[in-house]
T-cell receptor
């Protein structure tokens, strides 16, 4: 069953703690992305990766970090430096970088308690 | 910087009526314009896209139009059905960066 999988679906974090969101794809896609979704603000780009071992900051990268050690995986770490981390996080992938359909995971809802 | 504005933020129509959602983009080099539908609690999925060398594209009840001069593009849904109720997002990207920039989203409600 091909696709893009995010885990966990729900995540709770205490203030001051780092937390890592998982994103795995078996579509053999080169490009992967992380978006944050807040009500009324659409999808805002956090980080993106065009290819393995390469990634770039998006529009709201502060307080987040990523790695791309394997083609299939693009984990996102929400650090304690992120001032307002409670949000819905969406991972996506596309066959290559630029002007092609992006396939989304089912999302992770992060809540800071 | 790159920006995409989407209107309206909410739209309510009667079943069978048409719905139109409009987006404007700031970067004249943008050349790819997809539309995504996100049903409640689900992931966004592509419903239609258009490239800058085309002015209009149709797929059954859905159509997208592009005006490059004015830098705006629109989604048209005809004969709306209750299952069309969802949040719709427009987006824009350009070849040399590939970043998809999304609009703020439109919540469409189709009343039976």
């Amino acid at each position: 069953d091909g696709g893009i999988t995010q885990s966990p679906k729900y995540l709770f974090r205490k203030e001051g703690q780092n937390v890592t969101l998982s994103c795995e794809q078996n579509l053999n896609h080169d490009a992967m992305y992380w978006y944050r979704q807040d009500p009324g603000q659409g999808l805002r780009l956090i980080y993106y990766s065009q290819i393995v071992n390469d990634f770039q900051k998006g529009d709201i990268a502060e307080g987040y970090s990523v790695s791309r050690e394997k083609k299939e995986s693009f984990p996102l770490t929400v650090t304690s430096a992120q001032k307002n981390p409670t949000a819905f996080y969406l991972c996506a992938s596309s066959i290559n970088f630029g002007n092609t359909e992006a396939f989304f995971g089912q999302g992770t809802r992060l809540t800071v308690v | 910087g790159e920006n995409v504005e989407q209107h309206p933020s909410t739209l309510s129509v009667q079943e069978g009526d048409s719905a139109v959602i409009k987006c404007t983009y700031s970067d004249s080099a943008s050349n790819y314009f997809p539309w995504y539908k996100q049903e409640l609690g689900k992931r966004p999925q592509l419903i239609i896209d258009i490239r800058s060398n085309v002015g209009e594209k149709k797929d059954q009840r859905i159509a997208v139009t592009l005006n490059k001069t004015a830098k705006h593009f629109s989604l048209h849904i005809t004969e709306t059905q209750p299952e069309d109720s969802a949040v719709y997002f427009c987006a824009a990207s350009k070849s040399n960066t590939g970043k998809l920039i999304f609009g703020q989203g439109t919540t469409l409600q189709v009343k039976p």
